[in-house]
């Protein structure tokens, strides 16, 4: 059963950064495009960022320039470096596969950009 387990989120000011990680485990990770995802409460699930399988990034306009997908196929791990952090940049943010999402989300992390 796939598990994500997400860190790195908490409280920054407006202009702040804050670096995610997201370790994946039961999962072949090598052989899917990945995504960080982020929701606001009432809203969608937006994706903000995907890094392929092949290591190509695009972005969300709203977060292009800002933020950065990386991952470490021997770690299983994906990240995100978030700089410039604004108040709407706030939400509970998850990884997952592009595409074919898996249903099991994890619980995301919190991250709340406020002064």
Do not use: E, H
Not at 13 to 37: K, M
Not at 54 to 70: C, H, L, M, P, Q
């Amino acid at each position: 059963q796939v598990q994500f387990v997400v860190s790195g989120g908490g409280l920054v000011q407006p202009g702040g950064s804050l670096r995610l990680s997201c370790a994946a485990s039961g999962v072949t990770f090598v052989q899917y495009n990945w995504g960080w995802y982020r929701q606001v409460p009432g809203k969608a699930r937006d994706l903000v960022a995907v890094i392929s399988s092949r290591g190509n990034t695009d972005y969300a306009d709203d977060v292009k320039g800002r933020f950065t997908i990386s991952k470490d196929n021997n770690k299983r791990a994906v990240y995100l470096q978030m700089n410039s952090l604004k108040p709407n940049d706030t939400a509970v943010y998850y990884c997952n596969a592009v595409g074919r999402p898996f249903s099991s989300w994890g619980q995301g992390v919190q991250v709340t950009v406020s002064s």
